[in-house]
């Protein structure tokens, strides 16, 4: 009887000086892993200008119907992308997303990525509804953001020169 | 009788009419034969080599003039060295045709292959991208990889806009020849065409200004690519997100079938608005072609200075106020009113709404008018053309006489499908004042002054002919004589300088002359009537009548007046005078737009438009036809139909409000020559030729285009009245006065109010204009396209000027709808305005 007691007290204490398995949420955040499919984020070129072209390819893959695009025509005045198209809306219910990362797979220009954002939460349905502005990254170093006055005939293809994959 | 011929396409028996091309042939059983340049609305040219098949032909013993047998007693097949492109080549008897082996598979690979080292593969972006034939081919026939490289890739423009409606993309072109060729062969506007040779070839427009064509937006449901695309769909939506309901086009009497292509919008806070308007295949009216007017003039509907709420007369204030309040002033003041009621519809109403507006009306012994300037409805209900009629069927044998018509302007189809009969062989007789654009296409042109039409009519009928034209040896003797021999005689009467009571004798002539040389209670055998609006024609079957040509004591003598989707105030101020004189009278006013009309009502209802409810159309062939609710409607708002009956129910009479269907039932219980129709009945569909396919991946649109396949009904052609013709009395009318006289003719595009809120359109509508001949201009001191002020009934205009040759001398071309008042020929005086050349 007192053995058994006396093991137990010892786990009891040994696992006081163990390194915790848990952390100390939210002050402190796990990474995630490489792979991991977060929060999305439409993404920009290094000047700025936004990957997104309002292809609506994404909506399409979607198995869940959570994207909603809607395009527009860019002008050497109001430039969003390279080329003629931008999104003028660019919609993701993150109530229905189920983050299986179709878009991803289906983006022509890589402008949506399965980031690293897991903190998903709101008091509203309408909340959940994550606009253009919520998911486009800041814009990074030189660049400038949209919509930007550019040089006529700078950006007039539609979609960055086609290249295999790098990586 | 063509002959048959049999012949075995990859395995399969085909006997199809000697002449026919293989990729027709195939098609009719369905085999798909891939093409880009071939259409089978157009001659073929062989360009694009993407329809290479294998063809053996049996081996024929020169000596015996037999066919060589095989050991087994079949044929022996020869086949070809190289492969036959299947869109030129005719069938003929015994032939093998394969379409599946290697060879050809490999060949079909090479040209896709080809076809696409300069393709920019900018589908993401690309408007057609999802409903666009070289993707789909691609993806069947294509080999998956190219060999050639991304850099070398030639770089054109990319956004050219050929005019202010399509835009073309360089890049993108095939360089096919349909769009080329659809404007040559079919619509003959040459407007369009090719420059320079090779890699260097591009469209280019050589009209001012560009694209000059009523009919380019079928270029861009034809192009393979998407070379072509729209101003007004540019980047509206992806072709799969589209959801489609079936419509009637509510702008002209042909009634051509087409699909609204709705979307939910952010843009419009999330309402579902139409994106699109493609034509829907009814080869019996529009084959597979929308003018467009069509295409683009739907935007009135969703414009926001729609009417959302009734309003009353409160203090000499129109202030919003409730339906319960509006319906029951109006109920409680029609009641009062009884015989003193007038109600005036349009032609712009479905069906429904005319019956139920002539059920209220009559209920109180009122009197139901139709607002139109043209007569003659309750003619082509008794001389009409009879079921059956196609004027795709057309040609020899068969005599079409356009009277009084400019069909380019006021009905584009009908042109299309009459310049097409001639061109098969129909004789075309083309009547009219001044130069027409059919008239190239005729047999025989009649020239009369502007008041003569009906006698001109008349004069066929006895055959005394005593006009001819400079530069057309043929006379009215030989013109009438073509007619009334040929086996079958087409009349379509218009109303280019005419007003009701010119038209009512043009009319009756038409009639006479039909009912003369017997052609008449036969397809293909009758009177249309060239409307100002989609449903005259069912206006005058529900039993609307138009006001005397006067209209003045009518308006007088009413206690109430009903006017519904009509602007007369609008049209003419000289109305207006007539009628402030009456302050008793109460105005009600219901329609989408708050009008001239409605500004002077006492009580204004909203309606909704055709969009956004159910209805039926009957044509100017008398066709009726259904169309359907494709956007939500506006709030607070009801059909007109719903309106009338609700009114009716306050004035304790029972009408349907509810269900179209229900209303349209009566309708087939009530009036005799729609017994026996029903909604179900105008929703059936047959098989049509050529299959365009359906869903977003139909498998035809290659074949012959994005028009959609008809699964909502092609309509049923009326029976013509069993009631004998009574003899028609032809009222002789002359125009009286001497000096400048104006005349109105239709144009296409206009600033009436479901044309002019469609801002894309602008460019084309342009600047209220009077057309002289040069001759009266420089006796007037005008200069081309320099301002003058006109006086017309009383009242001062603006206009630009335009000289124009074929206008005939002494008179002025006065658009309608668009700015200055014109019912019918009247005395103009033109005064030239400052000189400043525009």
């Known amino acids: 009887m007192l053995k058994e007691l006396g093991r137990g007290m010892w786990t009891t204490l040994r696992s006081m000086f163990e390194k915790p398995v848990t952390i100390e949420y939210p002050e402190v955040k796990r990474p995630v892993r490489a792979r991991f499919k977060g929060r999305h984020e439409l993404k920009r070129y290094d000047n700025g200008l936004e990957k997104c072209i309002g292809c609506s390819l994404c909506a399409a893959a979607c198995p869940a119907d959570a994207i909603f695009v809607e395009a527009a025509e860019n002008t050497d005045e109001v430039r969003f992308s390279p080329g003629e198209r931008y999104a003028s809306t660019y919609e993701i219910n993150m109530l229905r997303c189920i983050f299986c990362g179709y878009c991803e797979d289906a983006c022509p220009t890589e402008a949506i990525v399965l980031g690293d954002n897991y903190e998903l939460s709101f008091t509203d349905r309408r909340q959940a509804i994550y606009p253009k502005e919520m998911l486009l990254e800041p814009v990074r170093g030189e660049g400038k953001t949209t919509p930007q006055k550019t040089e006529p005939g700078e950006f007039i293809r539609s979609i960055p020169l086609m290249e295999n994959p790098k990586d | 009788m063509t002959k048959l011929v049999s012949l075995t396409i990859d395995g399969k028996q085909v006997t199809v009419p000697e002449g026919t091309l293989f990729v027709d042939a195939a098609k009719r059983v369905g085999i798909d034969i891939p093409v880009f340049c071939y259409h089978p609305k157009m001659e073929p040219v062989g360009m694009c080599r993407m329809c290479l098949v294998d063809v053996g032909r049996p081996m024929i013993d020169r000596a015996t003039g037999q066919p060589v047998m095989d050991e087994n007693g079949a044929p022996k097949i020869q086949f070809g060295a190289k492969l036959d492109t299947a869109c030129t080549t005719p069938v003929s008897e015994g032939m ?47 080999p998956g990889e190219t060999r050639f490289l991304y850099d070398d890739k030639l770089h054109l423009a990319k956004q050219v806009p050929l005019g202010e409606l399509i835009y073309l993309d360089r890049e993108r072109c095939i360089q096919c020849g349909r769009c080329v060729r659809f404007q040559d062969e079919i619509v003959d506007d040459p407007v369009i065409g090719f420059f320079n ?21 079928n270029t861009t449901d034809i192009c393979p690519v998407g070379a072509l695309t729209t101003a007004d769909f540019r980047f509206g939506a992806r072709p799969w997100e589209l959801k489609s309901t079936s419509s009637i086009c509510s702008q002209c009497p042909v009634g051509c079938n087409i699909t609204f292509n709705v979307r939910r919008e952010a843009a419009s806070g999330g309402k579902t608005v139409i994106k699109r308007v493609m034509p829907r295949q009814n080869e019996t009216v529009n084959e597979i072609w929308i003018c467009d007017k069509g295409r683009f003039g739907y935007h009135y509907t969703e414009s926001d200075d729609r009417l959302t709420t009734p309003l009353i007369r409160k203090n000499g204030e129109l202030t919003p106020a409730s339906w319960d309040e509006a319906l029951g002033l109006v109920a409680s003041r029609f009641s009062a009113a009884g015989e003193g009621l007038l109600t005036l519809g349009s032609g712009r109403l479905s069906n429904e709404d005319l019956f139920n ?142 007003g009701l009571e010119g038209s009512q004798a043009l009319s009756a002539a038409c009639a006479n002359l039909l009912v003369a040389t017997r052609h008449v209670g036969r397809a293909n055998n009758g009177l249309v009537g060239v409307w100002s609006r989609a449903n005259d024609q069912g206006a005058w079957d529900m039993g609307l009548r138009p006001l005397t040509v006067d209209r003045r004591p009518e308006l007088q003598s009413a206690k109430a007046i009903y006017v519904v989707a009509a602007d007369p105030f609008g049209d003419d101020p000289g109305l207006l005078a007539t009628f402030n004189l009456q302050p008793a009278t109460f105005l009600v006013v219901q329609d989408l737009f708050l009008t001239e009309t409605a500004r002077r009502a006492d009580v204004v209802l909203p309606a909704q438009a055709f969009t956004e409810r159910e209805g039926a159309y009957t044509s100017g062939e008398r066709r009726v036809q259904r169309f359907y609710p494709a956007a939500p409607a506006r709030p607070d708002t009801w059909p007109d139909f719903a309106i009338t009956a609700q009114i009716a129910q306050k004035m304790g009479s029972i009408l349907e409000g509810r269900v179209p269907a229900a209303v349209f039932t009566q309708i087939a219980a009530t009036v005799a020559a729609y017994a026996g129709l029903s909604y179900r009945k105008l929703a059936e569909t047959n098989d049509q030729w050529p299959s365009v396919g359906s869903g977003v991946r139909r498998k035809g649109l290659y074949f012959s285009g994005t028009a959609y396949e008809n699964k909502q009904g092609v309509g049923i052609h009326l029976p013509l009245s069993p009631t004998p013709l009574p003899p028609v009395n032809m009222q002789s009318f002359h125009l009286q006065g001497e000096g400048l006289l104006a005349v109105p003719v239709t144009c296409l595009y206009d600033r009436g109010q479901t044309v002019y809120p469609s801002a894309l359109l602008h460019q084309r509508i342009g600047e209220v204009w009077v057309a002289l001949h040069p001759a009266d201009a420089e006796r007037l001191g005008v200069v081309a396209n320099s301002r003058v002020s006109l006086t017309l009934g009383g009242a001062e205009f603006d206009a630009t000027a335009r000289l124009d040759e074929s206008v005939p001398q002494g008179v002025a071309l006065i658009p309608r709808s668009m700015g200055i008042p014109i019912n019918g020929p009247e005395a103009v005086e033109i005064r030239a305005g400052e000189r400043v050349v525009l």
């Open chain 2, 96 to 142: 093998v045709v394969i379409g599946a082996s290697d060879k050809v598979k490999a060949a079909r690979k090479d040209i896709v292959e080809f076809i696409l080292t300069s393709h920019p593969l900018d589908c993401p972006v690309c408007d057609k991208g999802g409903e666009c034939p070289l993707q789909n081919l691609t993806m069947a026939y294509g």
């Open chain 2, 197 to 217: 040779r090779g890699r260097s070839l591009e469209i280019v427009t050589h009209s001012d200004p560009g694209f000059d064509s009523v009919f380019s937006g």
């Open chain 2, 357 to 498: 507006l002539r059920q209220l009306t009559e209920g109180v012994k009122g009197k139901a008018a139709l607002y139109t300037h043209m007569a003659g409805g309750d003619l082509t209900a008794q001389v009409g053309v009879a079921p059956g009629t196609d004027f795709g069927e057309m040609g020899k044998g068969t005599a079409i006489l356009v009277a009084a018509s400019d069909l380019y302007e006021e009905a584009p189809i009908w042109f299309l499908r009459i310049k097409q009969a001639a061109e098969r062989g129909a004789t075309l007789i083309v009547a009219n004042a001044r130069p027409t654009k059919l008239e190239a296409y005729a047999s025989h042109v009649i020239r009369y002054r502007y008041g003569a039409e009906a006698e001109t009519i008349a004069a066929m009928t006895v055959d005394r002919g005593p006009t001819t034209v400079a530069g057309h040896p043929s006379s009215v003797a030989d013109a009438s004589k073509a007619f009334a021999e040929a086996e079958n005689a087409v009349i379509l009467f218009g109303s280019d300088g005419l």
